[in-house]
């Protein structure tokens, strides 16, 4: 007998309409080791919009994520 295969959705869901905290991290978590698992990491390009915006780097664009 095998685990059952998370339901990320579910997860997902219980996530945004808690208003636990302490249960929002621990589901928060639960997410992301999901994710380390597929090989999918948490990134952010806020250094590169920083040295951007000092002229440190240039020569190409971003394109903006919202």
């Not at 999901?34 to 999918?40: A, E, L, M, R, S």
């Not at 250094?47 to 971003?62: D, I, R, S």
């Given at each position: 007998m095998g685990r059952r295969p998370l339901d990320i959705d579910t997860i997902v869901s219980d996530l945004v309409l808690s208003d636990d905290m302490a249960k929002k991290k621990v589901l928060a978590k639960k997410i992301l080791?999901?994710?380390?698992?597929?090989?999918?990491?948490?990134?952010?390009?806020?250094?590169?919009?920083?040295?951007?915006?000092?002229?440190?780097?240039?020569?190409?664009?971003?394109?903006?994520?919202?």
């Open positions: 080791d999901i994710g380390y698992k597929q090989g999918v990491y948490p990134l952010s390009i806020h250094q590169l919009y920083v040295a951007m915006g000092k002229g440190e780097v240039n020569g190409f664009t971003v394109p903006a994520f919202n």
